[in-house]
């Protein structure tokens, strides 16, 4: 079983950055594929993030290239996601996920893939 909770988001201006935090419980959080995704109002769930149990993948949406990283902190059971040069269509609820990543590959970008997922933190990106 793992819970999870994010944190770090807010309301910030179009460029400015954040960086969401998603803390994990549990032994085995080292053993699991990690996901960032986000929904915003009448939109469905979409991937923004992933990286592997043992950080060595990494995926990233077109959206969201070159202005996000995601990273990892296994020994703090942690699980980052640093947003850069934020645009208004940034603007969304975001949500960290885990999916058990022994034995198998990493790049789910679904959220029927994901088993646990985190209440969601506001992000808000003004023009």
């Known amino acids: 079983q793992v819970q999870l909770v994010e944190s770090g988001g807010g309301l910030v201006q179009a460029g400015d950055s954040l960086r969401l935090s998603c803390a994990a419980s549990?032994?085995?959080?080292?053993?699991?594929?990690m996901g960032w995704f986000r929904q915003a109002p009448g939109k469905e769930r979409e991937v923004v993030a992933i990286?592997?149990?043992?950080?060595?993948?990494?995926y990233y949406s077109d959206s969201v290239k070159g202005r996000f990283t995601i990273s990892r902190d296994n020994a703090k059971n942690t699980v980052y996601l640093q947003m850069n040069s934020l645009k208004p269509e940034d603007t969304a609820v975001y949500y960290c996920?885990?999916?058990?990543?022994?034995?198998?590959?990493?790049?789910?970008?679904?959220?029927?893939?994901?088993?646990?997922w985190g209440q969601g933190t506001q992000v808000t990106v003004s023009s």
């Open positions: 996920a885990a999916r058990n990543g022994i034995g198998g590959g990493f790049l789910y970008k679904t959220p029927r893939d994901y088993t646990y």
């Open positions: 549990g032994r085995t959080f080292s053993s699991y594929n």
């Open positions: 990286i592997s149990w043992s950080a060595s993948s990494t």
